[in-house]
C-alpha cells in the first residue's frame, strides 16, 4: 500500500474530511507512482505504434522500417530506429520534467 495507514489515521483524527484526506495524503503519497507508470505506458505506446504501423500502415515509422527491410536498404532500417530511440529519449526527458516539477509541487525529492 502507497499511503501509509498511520497518516491516514492521523489526518482523520486532526478532522480532516474525505477530500482533505485525498488531496494531502492520498495524493501525495501515489503520485510517484502514478508518473512511473506513465513513463512505462509510454514505452509500451512507442511499441504498439510502431508494431501496428509495421502491419496495416503505408507511412509512419514502422512502416519506413518494414518497408526498408523488405528491400534491403539496411541505412534506412537505421534510420529508423534510431529516430524511434531519439523520439522515445525526448518523451521520457519530457515526462521526467513533467515529474520534477509535479513531485516537487508535493514536497518529493527529485
Request: glycine share 10%.
Amino acid at each position: 500500500m502507497a499511503v501509509n495507514e498511520s497518516k491516514l489515521r492521523a489526518a482523520a483524527s486532526l478532522g480532516a474530511g474525505r477530500r482533505q484526506i485525498m488531496q494531502r495524503v492520498v495524493l501525495p503519497s501515489t503520485v510517484p507512482y502514478i508518473l512511473t507508470g506513465a513513463r512505462l505506458a509510454m514505452g509500451n505506446s512507442f511499441l504498439t505504434i510502431v508494431s501496428a504501423e509495421i502491419v496495416a500502415a503505408h507511412g509512419g515509422l514502422g512502416s519506413l522500417i518494414w518497408t526498408s527491410r523488405n528491400y534491403g536498404r539496411i541505412d534506412w532500417v537505421f534510420v529508423g530506429i534510431i529516430t524511434l530511440g531519439i523520439l522515445g529519449l525526448v518523451y521520457d526527458r519530457i515526462l521526467r520534467l513533467i515529474a520534477m516539477r509535479v513531485l516537487r509541487k508535493y514536497g518529493a525529492k527529485v
